[in-house]
């Protein structure tokens, strides 16, 4: 069994920062690439920037120069520097990983429960 668990979501204000981090745990053989996506009210949920295993980066235009992804392997732990938040920035936000377990050596994606930063005056 695999878990991933996000932390570090909250309240802050316009042109604030927040730092996210989701760590994944259980039978891990290894992990690919990691990402986080976003869900705000009434909306889809959308891809806010995913990392390879080799750190090769990707990032929504909606976030690139203001967020940044990046990864601990050897803690199986992806974080989200997030800067001069907006208030379109709020929203519940999901880690998500394609992770290969043992026994089985079967890969799949797996998903945090979410976190939720709120971006407010």
């Known amino acids: 069994q695999v878990q991933l668990v996000e932390s570090g979501g909250g309240l802050v204000q316009p042109g604030g920062s927040l730092r996210l981090s989701c760590a994944a745990s259980?039978?891990?053989?290894?992990?690919?690439?990691m990402g986080w996506n976003r869900q705000a009210p009434g909306k889809q949920r959308e891809l806010v920037a995913t990392i390879t295993s080799g750190g090769c980066t990707n990032y929504a235009d909606s976030v690139k120069g203001r967020f940044t992804i990046s990864r601990d392997s050897a803690k199986n732990t992806v974080f989200l520097e997030m800067s001069s938040l907006k208030p379109e920035d709020t929203a519940v936000y999901y880690c998500n990983a394609g992770i290969v377990t043992v026994p089985n050596m079967k890969r799949r994606d797996y998903w945090g429960q979410g976190t939720q930063v709120t971006v407010s005056s």
């Open positions: 259980g039978s891990i053989f290894s992990i690919y690439a």
